[in-house]
Nanobody, 114 residues
Framework: VQLQASGGGLVQPGGSLRLSCAAS????????MGWYRQARGKQRELVAS???????NYTDSVKGRFTISRNNAKNTVYLQMNNLKPEDTAVYYC?????????WGKGTQVTVSS
């Protein structure tokens, strides 16, 4: 199973970015799917996750600014990030579970700076 993330980049504070992550190499559904991030010198943390039925949860610091969604048919998860702040700067990783195993994608850098 491979998870391919895209959509990171450099954005000014208050700007928006949309991350995408597509899973391939499996005939099974990927559930749940989520996004983690790791800032320099900090531990990796869960940003948001979503199950196949659409129920999502978010870490407190992104509630109201980030929205996670998914396309079950495409085994793809998205993270819409609005009103970005410098403290959102990190490498973002997508994660998904297939049967009983979790898989990680390569990270994508998000930098929020003026």
């Amino acid at each position: 199973v491979q998870l391919q993330a895209s959509g990171g980049g450099l954005v000014q504070p208050g700007g928006s970015l949309r991350l995408s992550c597509a899973a391939s190499g499996t005939i099974f559904g990927v559930n749940p799917m989520g996004w983690y991030r790791q800032a320099r010198g900090k531990q990796r943390e869960l940003v948001a996750s979503v199950i196949a039925g659409g129920s999502a949860n978010y870490t407190d610091s992104v509630k109201g600014r980030f929205t996670i969604s998914r396309n079950n048919a495409k085994n793809t998860v998205y993270l819409q990030m609005n009103n970005l702040k410098p403290e959102d700067t990190a490498v973002y990783y997508c994660n998904g579970r297939v049967l009983s195993r979790y898989y990680w994608g390569k990270g994508t850098q998000v930098t929020v700076s003026s």
